[in-house]
């Protein structure tokens, strides 16, 4: 599931086994996933798909300040909520 903000952006779904990084598309604004070889392709994550992370996520909250935080978390699922 790619979000509506991507839509300047070639996407396609991910598939199982990739290993992804996370990078902001050129000419937006927009954080995703794609491949370390293909940082141009977002890679779309459907309902129900699961992450397994390497290291702790850090994210970071650019709006509010300049720092990093880090999620005790090496797992993540991604669900849909519909309106």
Do not use: Q, W
């Amino acid at each position: 599931m790619c979000d509506y903000s991507l839509h300047a952006v070639e996407t396609r779904p991910a598939e199982v086994g990739e290993t992804l990084i996370t990078t902001t598309f050129r000419g937006t604004a927009t954080r995703g996933f794609a491949l370390a070889s293909e940082p141009a392709v977002a890679v779309c994550m459907l309902p129900g798909t699961e992450l397994a992370f390497a290291e702790d996520v850090k994210y970071d909250r650019a709006l509010v300040s300049s720092f990093f935080f880090k999620s005790r978390s090496s797992a993540s699922n991604f669900s849909y909520i519909g309106t």
